[in-house]
T-cell receptor, first 115, second 112 residues
Framework: AQSVTQPDIHITVSEGASLELRCNYS??????LFWYVQSPGQGLQLLLK??????LVQGIKGFEAEFKRSQSSFNLRKPSVHWSDAAEYFC?????????????FGGGTRLMVKP | KAGVTQTPRYLIKTRGQQVTLSCSPI?????VSWYQQTPGQGLQFLFE???????NKGNFPGRFSGRQFSNSRSEMNVSTLELGDSALYLC???????????FGPGTRLTVT
C-alpha cells in the first residue's frame, strides 16, 4: 500500500525567504505525485503534479517541486514566500486502480509567514 | 469552466440520523471521488464513481455509501451518524485522462 510522509507539521518562514516543504512517499511503482494547498475553510487547490519525464516540475503561484526517485522524495520549493502563501500544504501520491486514481495524502504541513 | 460545487456547505446533525451530501463536478468530468478530512485522521479516501458505477472504495464502514447520476453529479450518504463522523467532506472531480483531481470547497458536517 502506498503512503506519504510530511515530516514537518509546522514551518514558519519570513516573508521573502525561500521555502522547502518535504515529502517522502512509499509506492511500488512509478508514482503520480501531487502537491495541494488548502486555505482555512477552503477545499484543496492543485499546485503541481509529476507523472513522468522532467523531474523538476513547475506549478502555479511560483512553486516548483523536484522528484527524486532514489530518495523517494517530492519536495516543494518556492524562492521567495509571500504572506498570502500562509496555508496548509498536502503532498499526495496517486494510485491507479481500476483505471481510477485514488489519492493518498500526507498529514500536511502548516506554513506560517512572518512579516 | 465552473469549478466543483458541493451542497450544503455546513450541516449539523444529531447522532443516529442520516445525511446526504451533494457534489456537482466540473463540466465534462465523469469521475467523482469523495474524501473525509478530520484533524485526527487527516485526508482519507472514501470512494470513487465513474459513469454511475463505484470504481474504487476506501476503508470505511458500510454506513458510508454513494451514488452517481447520469449527469455525473454525485451524492454520498452517511447513515446512523456517529460523533466521529464530524468532518469536512471533500468531493473531487477528474477527467480520467489527466488524472488530476479538482476539489470542491467541502461540506462541514457536525454531529452532536
Amino acid at each position: 500500500a502506498q503512503s506519504v510522509t510530511q515530516p514537518d507539521i509546522h514551518i514558519t518562514v519570513s516573508e521573502g525567504a525561500s521555502l522547502e516543504l518535504r515529502c517522502n512517499y512509499s509506492y511500488g511503482a512509478t508514482p503520480y505525485l501531487f502537491w495541494y494547498v488548502q486555505s482555512p475553510g477552503q477545499g484543496l487547490q492543485l499546485l503541481l503534479k509529476y507523472f513522468s519525464g522532467d523531474t523538476l516540475v513547475q506549478g502555479i503561484k511560483g512553486f516548483e517541486a523536484e522528484f527524486k526517485r532514489s530518495q523517494s522524495s517530492f519536495n516543494l520549493r518556492k524562492p521567495s514566500v509571500h504572506w498570502s502563501d500562509a496555508a496548509e500544504y498536502f503532498c499526495a501520491v496517486g494510485a491507479l486502480r481500476n483505471a481510477g486514481n485514488m489519492l493518498t495524502f500526507g498529514g500536511g504541513t502548516r506554513l506560517m509567514v512572518k512579516p | 469552466k465552473a469549478g466543483v460545487t458541493q451542497t450544503p456547505r455546513y450541516l449539523i446533525k444529531t447522532r443516529g440520523q442520516q445525511v446526504t451530501l451533494s457534489c456537482s463536478p466540473i463540466s465534462g468530468h465523469r469521475s467523482v471521488s469523495w474524501y473525509q478530512q478530520t484533524p485526527g485522521q487527516g485526508l482519507q479516501f472514501l470512494f470513487e464513481y465513474f459513469s454511475e458505477t463505484q470504481r474504487n472504495k476506501g476503508n470505511f464502514p458500510g454506513r458510508f455509501s454513494g451514488r452517481q447520476f447520469s449527469n455525473s453529479r454525485s451524492e454520498m450518504n452517511v447513515s446512523t451518524l456517529e460523533l466521529g463522523d464530524s468532518a469536512l467532506y471533500l468531493c473531487a472531480s477528474s477527467d480520467d485522462t489527466r488524472h488530476e483531481q479538482y476539489f470542491g470547497p467541502g461540506t462541514r458536517l457536525t454531529v452532536t
